[in-house]
C-alpha cells in the first residue's frame, strides 16, 4: 500500500475488519471476489481501498489517464449518491494530509450518472470522464449504447456490483448481466468483477451470476463469506389484544399510539413500510399525532429533499424517518438504534435487510420490532421472525432465459455495430441468466424484433438477414431504445414543483389527471394545495394544517417469496395442529416462545386459525391448497385459491 493511504487508514481505522482482511489482498491480487457480510463490516471500504491505492501509484507513476478506470453500479440513486459522499470524504482527507507531509495530492476523480444527474454534468463527464464512475443498471444500459461516453469505458479495469443481491434475483439484474458482458466485449478483455452482497442464499449461484461465463466455463471467482448471523433483538407486535375482535380501523388507529410510544422511547427510529403511498400515510398520520422531528424518505421525492434527511439522519437530527425501500441497502444515516417494519416485508431476506439498519456498526445487535393489524398479515410476520432467528434465509432464485429482457439488449446491441447472428449468441450467453438459451429460442427473438414472423404484427426495431447471419439497427432504434430501457415498470410522471420552483418530488399522470384546483395532498410529509399544471410540472402552495389524500404510484407492492410462502402454510399447520393436540393456552405459550410475539399477536392468530377452521372444511398449508369458488355481482364464477 503506497505509504499515504496506508498512514490515512491507520487514522482512521483500528484495522481490518474480517471481510476486509479476506477480500482487499484478493482485489490487490487483480481476481474477482464475491463478500457477503453484515451491514457495518465494511463492505464499500473492502471494494475500494485498493482500487484507490492503485491510482493514486499510477498518479505518482505518471500514468493516470483520463478515463473510466472503476466502474461502479448501484441499484438505487440515493445510494448512488451517498457512495459517492462516502468517496469524496476520504479523498478530501488523503488531500489534506498531502498537504501537511508535502506529498502530491491525489487527483483521482469521482462521479455519478443517474436520473438525477443534470444534462450540464453529463456534458461535463463526457469531456472530462472520472476515474470512478459510479451509475445504476438502467444508466449503463443506456451509456454503454452511448458512442460519445461508450469510448470512455474501453480499458476499465474493476466493476463493482453493489447490493448484488437485490438484482440479481430480477429482470434488472438479468439486464445488468448482458450489459457486463457487452461491457467485456468492448473492452477486448477481462476486468475484475467485485460483488458485494447482504445475506443470501445460495451464495454460490450470486457468485455464478457475477462470474459469467468464458469459453462455455464459469470464470475464477473467490467468495468471501464472513459470518452474517448479526445478534437479533426481534419481536412481532400487535396494537390490539385480539385482531379478529376488533375493527381493522381500530387496530389502525392503535397502531399509531404504539409507534409513538416507541419513537419516544428510542434516540432515533427507521420505519420501513412496503410502499411509497404507504410511508405518505404513516408520515402524515404520525405528525397528526404531534411526533416532531420526522421525516418521510422514498424514490419519488427530490433529490433535495433525500439528501436533506440523509444529513439529517447522520447528524442526529431526526427522532424518526418512514421509507419504503429507499432506505434499506447500506447508504449512511448514522446511528438507529431502532427499525420498526409496519406489516410483513415479504421475504426473510428483506426483512434482516431492513432490521440490520439498526445498530448499524459492525457488532452492534440489531434491534426490531413488526407491527402488524391484519390477521394474515401477522401470521407472515410472525413466521419471518422465526425463520430470522433460524438463518433460514430465502434461496436466491434468479431468472433464467427472460426472453423480454434479452429482446431489449439485442436492440441495444444493434447500436453498437452490425453483428454476426453467431457472434451475438455467443455473447448473451455467457451472461449467466442467458447461459442455457437455445438456439432457436435466440433466432425466434430476432425475428420478432425484425418482424419477419407474419403471425406477429409488430413495427420492425433491427434487420435481420438470415441469409447471411448478420443483424443490425433500423432508423429510429435508438429513439425506441432509450425511450424503452429498462425492466422497472414505467409510468408517467410529473415534477412537482414550489410556488418558488423548488423541486420537491414527483407524481404519478394517473393521480395528476384526477387533481383540481384547491386539491390538497400529502408529499414527503408536507400538505400542499394543487395550483396549476403546465406540461410534465405540477405547482403547488402549501397547505399545513389541511386534511389532504395520499398519493400512489405504480408498480409498489412487494411480492411474497416462495420460501416464505410455504414456511408460512406450514405455521398455519403446525399451529392448527398445536390447538388441537395441546388447546389454546398451550398454543399461545408455544407462540410468544418459539415465534416472539406478544399476547396480543398469540390471541390473534389462535382466534384467526379457529375461526378459519370453523368456516372452511379445510385449512390451506404447505402440504394443501384451499380451492374457493363464488358468484360475482355480474353472475360470474369465480375461483381463489
Same mark, same amino acid.
Not at 512 to 519: G, N, R, T
Given at each position: 500500500?503506497? $505509504? /499515504? ?16 482482511? %479476506? ?9 474477482? =471476489?464475491?463478500? *457477503? ?14 482500487? @484507490? ?10 500514468? /493516470? ?24 470524504? $476520504? &479523498? +478530501? ?58 469510448? +470512455? ?43 458485494? *452482497? ?95 422531528? &420526522? ?44 427499525? #420498526? ?25 440489531? #434491534? ?41 439488449? &439485442? ?23 442467458? +447461459?442455457? &438459451? ?10 420478432? /424484433? ?20 448478420? @443483424? ?21 410522471? %410529473? +415534477? ?10 414527483? /407524481? ?11 386539491? @390538497? ?16 410540472? =405540477?405547482?403547488?402552495?402549501?397547505? *399545513? ?5 395520499? $398519493? ?48 396480543? *399477536? ?5 382466534? %384467526? ?20 369458488? %363464488? ?11
Amino acid at each position: 500500500m503506497e $505509504p /499515504l493511504i496506508g498512514e490515512w487508514f491507520q487514522s482512521k481505522f483500528k484495522g481490518l475488519t474480517e471481510p476486509q482482511a %479476506y477480500a482487499v489482498p484478493i482485489i490487490h491480487a487483480r481476481k474477482n =471476489v464475491l463478500v *457477503s457480510s453484515p451491514t457495518g463490516s465494511g463492505k464499500t471500504l473492502t471494494a475500494f481501498l485498493s482500487i @484507490i491505492n492503485e491510482l493514486y501509484a499510477k498518479q505518482l507513476r505518471g500514468e /493516470l489517464e483520463d478515463r473510466i478506470y472503476c466502474l461502479y453500479v448501484s441499484p438505487l440513486k440515493a445510494l448512488a449518491n451517498d457512495i459517492n459522499r462516502n468517496l469524496e470524504e $476520504p &479523498l +478530501h482527507e488523503l488531500t489534506q494530509l498531502a498537504q501537511k507531509e508535502g506529498k502530491p495530492e491525489p487527483v483521482i476523480r469521482v462521479g455519478v450518472r443517474s436520473g438525477d444527474t443534470s444534462p450540464q454534468e453529463r456534458q461535463r463527464q463526457v469531456r472530462h470522464p472520472p476515474h470512478i464512475f459510479i451509475t445504476t443498471p438502467e444508466s449503463i444500459a443506456i451509456i454503454l449504447s452511448t458512442p460519445k461516453f461508450r469510448e +470512455h469505458f474501453a480499458n476499465v479495469e474493476w466493476v463493482i456490483l453493489d447490493e448484488i443481491h437485490e438484482v440479481c434475483s430480477s429482470k434488472r439484474g438479468s439486464l445488468l448481466s448482458i450489459c457486463l458482458e457487452r461491457l467485456r466485449e468492448q473492452t477486448g478483455r477481462d476486468f475484475v468483477r467485485i460483488g458485494l *452482497s447482504a445475506t443470501i442464499a445460495p451464495i454460490e449461484e450470486e457468485a455464478k451470476f457475477l462470474a459469467g461465463y468464458e469459453n462455455g466455463k464459469v470464470r475464477d471467482m473467490y467468495i468471501v463469506e464472513v459470518d452474517t448471523r448479526k445478534d437479533l433483538d426481534l419481536a412481532v407486535l400487535c396494537p390490539v389484544r385480539d385482531m379478529t375482535a376488533v375493527p381493522m380501523e381500530v387496530a389502525n388507529a392503535r397502531m399509531y399510539d404504539l409507534l409513538s410510544k416507541l419513537i419516544d422511547e428510542h434516540r432515533t427510529t427507521l420505519i420501513f413500510t412496503n410502499t411509497r403511498s404507504g410511508t405518505e400515510h404513516v408520515t402524515f398520520r404520525l405528525k397528526e399525532r404531534g411526533v416532531e422531528d &420526522l421525516e418521510a424518505h422514498h424514490g419519488s421525492l427530490s433529490k433535495v429533499t433525500r439528501l436533506e434527511v440523509e444529513q439529517k439522519l447522520k447528524d442526529g437530527q431526526l427522532k424518526a424517518a418512514v421509507s419504503s425501500t429507499s432506505l434499506e441497502l447500506g447508504i449512511d444515516i448514522g446511528y438507529i438504534d431502532l427499525v #420498526v417494519q409496519i406489516g410483513s416485508p415479504k421475504s426473510v431476506a428483506k426483512g434482516l435487510q431492513r432490521i440490520g439498519r439498526a445498530g448499524h456498526a459492525y457488532g452492534d445487535t440489531a #434491534v426490531g420490532r413488526m407491527i402488524a393489524f391484519e390477521p394474515w398479515d401477522l401470521m407472515e410476520c410472525a413466521t419471518l421472525a422465526k425463520a430470522a432467528y433460524d438463518a433460514r434465509i430465502d434461496r436466491v432464485d434468479i431468472p433464467s432465459n427472460p426472453l423480454d429482457v434479452l429482446a431489449q439488449a &439485442l436492440v441495444a446491441m444493434s447500436l453498437e455495430k452490425r453483428w454476426d447472428v453467431d457472434e451475438a449468441f455467443e455473447l448473451v450467453r455467457r451472461s449467466h441468466s442467458f +447461459h442455457d &438459451l437455445t438456439k432457436k429460442d435466440f433466432l425466434a427473438v430476432l425475428d420478432y /424484433l425484425s418482424s419477419r414472423n407474419p403471425d406477429i404484427k409488430v413495427f420492425a426495431k433491427i434487420w435481420f438477414d438470415e441469409e447471411e447471419g448478420r @443483424i443490425g439497427k433500423k432508423k429510429g432504434t435508438r429513439m425506441i431504445y432509450y425511450t424503452n430501457v429498462g425492466t422497472i415498470p414505467e409510468e408517467g410522471t %410529473y +415534477h412537482v414543483f414550489s410556488e418558488r420552483g423548488s423541486p420537491l418530488g414527483e /407524481l404519478s399522470e394517473k393521480f395528476v389527471e384526477y387533481l383540481s384546483p384547491s386539491d @390538497i395532498f400529502v408529499l414527503g410529509g408536507r400538505t400542499y394545495q394543487f395550483v396549476r399544471a403546465r406540461g410534465t410540472s =405540477v405547482y403547488v402552495k402549501d397547505a *399545513s394544517g389541511r386534511r389532504p389524500t395520499v $398519493p400512489s404510484w405504480t408498480g409498489e407492492m412487494l411480492p411474497r417469496s416462495f420460501d416464505l410462502s410455504i414456511a408460512v402454510g406450514e405455521f398455519r399447520r403446525d399451529l392448527a395442529a398445536k390447538i388441537a393436540k395441546d388447546g389454546e393456552k398451550a398454543a399461545k405459550e408455544w407462540l410468544m416462545q418459539e415465534y416472539r410475539v406478544d399476547t396480543g *399477536s398469540a390471541q390473534s392468530l389462535t382466534s %384467526y386459525v379457529q375461526e378459519q377452521e370453523a368456516l372452511i372444511p379445510t385449512l390451506p398449508t404447505d402440504r394443501q391448497v384451499l380451492l374457493e369458488g %363464488y358468484l360475482d355481482v355480474k353472475g360470474n364464477r369465480n375461483v381463489i385459491f
